[in-house]
């Protein structure tokens, strides 16, 4: 488990330390003048879920700053037990940063995230990553080159390897992703009619040994025994009964698990969320196992996706081993492997845990990393 180190710093006029319970008020207030995403009424539910109830950290994951006793910024973590080549590893996820317009260009967001950097210790090795926060990025590239007393973070900040069933009109599917800002939106749209024979076709066809049972809460212990069927050695979060319960409670979102089972017993298995920030995405956010036969995994999405709200598209994320199912499900890939220019390890820090080495084991991870949407903060 991951400790947060109790200790605060000057930055000028401002006071930078950690955050507890009793910030909630204050936080949630900024952050909701800044960016107005949390809905009112849920604001202090998502806050305790993300900060408070987290069971894989002791204390709060959050760096608040404070200038005449007041909060004007923050930055907070959403913590995992991530798995590398078969070793445990603490995976430290930035989001929330925010900063009151009266107080940017003061250097808040470098301070504070190089505060929660050396705040954090662990026994496992430290991981950071986050999407998209590039200056975070280089900041703690910097801090891991130069600062030599921290010998056990790797920080790595991956494309998605995002993936998009296209259902409605082209001009709904060239607006979404234009908005999205993905490069897809320059596809032919005979592409996106090809997806659609494919989804068709596939959704039609009868599985008569394979039976799929829908739970809007999760069947944690199942799950976790589809996890432990392909247990990948890329990167990826530790999918068990905790992780399960934790992660599909978070506020924001409606979660569904489909569970495909032959005889009873469950094969596959596909976790859908609808919500978030725009109130109307959906997602298909969990596919499990990581590999194997696809047939049940099929059966699965094809009925998650014929319970979405009618004329959604659906964004998915999966690890490499299951881009060919969705890839005969209907989905069309965005970016297959990400570019090397977005991903960074830090070339001087060092684990002595085997294969968790700063310089040469992580040579070959993003090919090979299962993150997928439920590994992250949206």
């Given amino acids: 488990m991951t400790t947060v180190v109790d200790e605060t710093r000057r930055h000028g006029d401002y006071l930078i330390r950690t955050g507890d319970e009793t910030d909630r008020t204050e936080f949630v207030r900024l952050r909701s003048e800044v960016f107005g995403t949390w809905p009112e009424s849920d604001a202090v539910d998502i806050f305790d879920w993300k900060y408070v109830d987290n069971p894989y950290i002791r204390g709060v994951p959050l760096i ?35 900063v009151h317009p009266d107080h940017r260009g003061r250097g808040l967001f470098t301070e504070m995230v190089g ?21 975070a990025r280089e900041i703690l590239q910097y801090r891991g ?3 030599g007393e921290i010998a056990t973070d790797v920080f790595l900040h991956p494309n998605d390897d995002d993936w998009i069933r296209y259902d409605g009109s082209g001009r709904r599917v060239a607006a979404l992703l234009k908005a999205l800002r993905l490069p897809l939106y320059r596809l032919a749209m005979g592409a996106v009619e090809l997806s659609e024979s494919v989804v068709g076709t596939v959704a039609a066809r009868s599985r ?5 049972t829908r739970h809007e809460t999760p069947p944690g212990e199942e799950l976790q025994s589809l996890y432990e069927r392909a247990i990948p050695d890329g990167l990826h979060v530790r999918r068990d009964e905790q992780f399960y319960e934790y992660r599909l409670r978070d506020p924001r979102f409606q979660f569904t698990t489909y569970v495909a089972r032959r005889d ?17 995405q959906f997602m298909v ?44 499900s ?12 977005d ?19 992580l040579d070959g991870v993003p090919e090979t990393w299962a993150l997928q949407a439920l590994d992250c903060d949206f």
């Fill in 64 to 98: 608040v700053v404070e200038h005449d006793d007041t909060i004007v910024a923050g930055y907070g973590y959403l913590v995992f037990e991530m798995a590398f080549d078969g070793e445990p590893v603490v995976g430290i996820q930035g989001t929330d940063a925010v």
């Fill in 208 to 212: 008569p040994d394979i039976g799929v």
């Fill in 115 to 135: 505060f929660g950097h050396d705040c954090y210790r662990s026994d496992e090795a430290l991981l950071w990553y986050g999407f998209p926060l590039s200056d």
């Fill in 285 to 328: 956010r969990d596919i499990i196992p990581f590999a194997g036969e696809s047939r049940p995994l099929r059966a699965a999405l094809s009925r998650a996706l014929g319970d979405r709200p009618e004329g959604h598209n659906t964004k998915a994320w999966c690890s490499p081993g299951r881009r060919w199912t969705l890839l005969r």
């Fill in 264 to 280: 009873g017993e469950p094969v596959a298995a596909v976790t859908t969320s609808r919500g978030g920030t725009q109130g109307s």
């Fill in 343 to 361: 991903r960074k390890s830090n070339p001087v820090a060092r684990s002595e845990r085997p294969g968790v080495d700063g310089t040469d084991s």
């Fill in 145 to 147: 080159l130069y600062d």
């Fill in 330 to 341: 209907g989905f069309v890939p965005i970016r297959l492997v990400p570019s090397k220019s």
